[in-house]
């Protein structure tokens, strides 16, 4: 079956940087687009950044310049490094994987990131 499972979340003080892993199976990975995404309590879940089959990225405004995306196919994995980690940044963090013929798509479980002040 499907599994995206996320890891390398924890409790980082303000100013550190964290590297986020998202490990698929059970899917032909190069052909799905992948994100992460991030919901903090009593908030809306919020795209963070995405890459396609093809490597193209698109971070979103709010962490423009903090955060990156990358994946490697020969690992099935997606990434996402945060540096200059603010308190605000807490949150659960969610891999998404989606088929770009059929758009079907996966979630993770979450991976809960702290921010300190």
């Known amino acids: 079956q499907v599994q995206l499972v996320e890891s390398g979340g924890g409790l980082v003080q303000a100013g550190g940087s964290l590297r986020l892993p998202c490990a698929a199976s059970?899917?032909?990975?190069?052909?799905?687009?992948m994100g992460w995404y991030r919901q903090a309590p009593g908030k809306q879940r919020e795209l963070l950044a995405a890459?396609?089959?093809?490597?193209?990225?698109n971070v979103a405004d709010s962490v423009k310049g903090r955060f990156t995306i990358s994946r490697d196919n020969a690992k099935n994995t997606v990434y996402q490094q945060m540096n200059s980690l603010k308190p605000e940044d807490t949150a659960v963090y969610y891999c998404n994987g989606q088929d770009v013929a059929t758009f079907r798509d996966y979630w993770g479980q979450g991976t809960q990131v702290t921010v300190s002040s």
């Open positions: 059970g899917i032909i990975f190069r052909l799905y687009a």
């Open positions: 890459i396609t089959s093809g490597g193209s990225t």
